[in-house]
């Protein structure tokens, strides 16, 4: 994954149309992104709390959802990708990866529907349930379809722009938020939930426009298809020599998979498979436990708590910190590679965290100077983590 997209000599046919069809379903991370970020600014929207209590009241005596409803309510999404990621390999094998993303975008407006339509906690958890299950879909088959579909020299940093389009997802969830916040009425919350709408309309209609996988022709028996769709890809004849080579690697690899017979799920762990699977899954689990969800999903409500008083700007200009940041880690990683770059990441977001964990404790909610550091140091703490863990984590790791 990198910044140098140079077509090496000797490559026939253009790269422009995997260029464009990865780039366009990397747009599925904006869905991710922005249920991710509207949820911060909801929790923090007067009207919102005021319509969604069950009677708590917060320390300034207004009404508000207490800290387990708010919890269920932010976990239960992450719940939901569980379930949708293990949903989306059986589907997109069956139905197709693009059928798939279809799938999913339904699955998406479902909850979307039922978040934009409720009135209470129980049918709003739901919602974000469901929307969760979309959201798990299409984040384990966008980087299937991509890695199928783009030429292997530039299958990387196709597939890092859908972590690129996740931080833009939170930063129009920031504007939207911040735009309907001081609104009096229903529309301050229901506005942000149903701009999502089009977003998944966006990427519904272009689906059922793109072509279908190459490999996923050929593990169909279906080469003829396979072919043509690969020939729509590169940009070249169904007998060209260079399409014909590309194609019969496809089906080599496909024919070696068979060859090896079938596995269980034990046997991923035996072996230099299980640390393989360890390696990943570790890197997984580490790019979540690195608190930046926090941030994304708890943003507005910790710098309200923080006697910030602008808090929906400064949700604002993390975001933008967020998507610009991301940059630097899709050259970075090429030049320090991945380990280096995941160390240097890691050992800034520690500092960082330290550094805000003693400034909230030490100073009071009215220290302006505190307030200051903190929103300074929140922002560098997500400068280490875009340009680190971000693009880094789901990488493809040597």
Known sequence: ????????????????????????????????????????????????????????RNADGEPDVDASQTSLIVSILSAGTFFGA?????????????LGLVVTNVVFCLGVILQTIATDIPLFVAGRFFAGYGVGMISATIPLYQSE???????????GCYQLAITIG??????????????????????PIAVQFAWA?????????????????IKKG??????????ILRRLDVDHPALVEELS????????ELSLGKATYIDCFRGNLGKRLATGCLLQALQQLTGVNFIFYYGTSFFQNSGISNAFVITMITSCVNVASTFPGLYLVEKWGRRNLLLFGAVGMAVCQFIVAITGTVAGIDNLSAQKALIAF?????????????????????
């Open 149 to 159: 579909t783009a030429p292997k020299w530039i299958r990387g940093a196709i597939v």
């Open 249 to 256: 690697e496809i089906t080599a690899n496909h024919e070696y």
């Open 222 to 231: 279906r080469p003829e298809k396979a072919a043509k769709s690969l020939s």
């Open 378 to 398: 929140v922002c560098i703490y997500i400068f280490f983590f875009a340009c680190s863990w971000g693009p880094c984590a789901p990488s493809p790791f040597p």
């Open 170 to 191: 939170l930063l129009l969830a920031a504007i939207v938020n911040n735009s309907t916040k001081d609104r009096n009425d229903t529309g301050s919350y229901r506005i």
């Open 86 to 98: 293990l949903t989306a390999a059986p589907v997109a094998d069956f139905l197709g990866r693009r």
């Open 1 to 56: 994954m990198g910044l140098m997209l140079n077509k090496p000599e000797g490559v026939a046919g253009s790269i422009v149309p995997a260029i464009i069809v990865g780039l366009f379903v990397a747009f599925g991370g904006v869905l991710f992104g922005y249920d991710t970020g509207t949820i911060s600014g909801i929790l923090g929207m007067k009207h919102w709390k005021e319509l969604f209590s069950t009677g708590y």
């Open 201 to 217: 309309i966006i990427l519904f209609v272009g689906c059922i426009w793109l072509p279908e996988t190459p490999r996923w022709y």
